[in-house]
């Protein structure tokens, strides 16, 4: 699949997912925004970007960043922030699962890593464990954003 198919089953994958869950899925009317979808999680709509996530050596790896050409500015790499939406979700389709980050815990990165497999090496430290955002909890991050907000 090339990258523009690989977004759209993400963004399926995603959707249903959170159908599955009993969550409200909205989608906006028009493309090219920052985000692809709107979770309605209790009484609030969180603004959701959907990402495609690669499962290499025990660990899923999500691209963040855009790029583009402009012709007044150069080379422009974009990333995302807390102003433009609240959940990165991945789709990893090896796994056939869905994860959501804050993006309070990614804020301006431009790539996330979530550790599926223990290092070899040992680390113990600085580790973001896939685990700790399966998809089964988004409806807790209604919850997380506005207790950091």
Known sequence: MNSNEKGNVAELKIAAAAADL??????????????????????????????????????????????????????????????EIDVIAIYVGELERCYAIPIDAINARTAVHLRIDPPKNGQRGAINWAADYEFGAVAQLAERRAGSA
């Open 22 to 83: 009993g969550i409200s899925v909205l989608r906006p009317m028009t493309e090219h925004g920052r985000y692809d979808l709107v979770f309605e999680v209790g009484d609030q709509f969180l603004k959701v970007q959907c990402k495609w996530g690669a499962l290499r050596n025990g660990v899923i790896r999500a691209n963040l960043a855009g790029c583009r050409v402009s012709p007044t500015q150069g080379y422009i790499r974009s990333t995302y922030d807390a102003s």
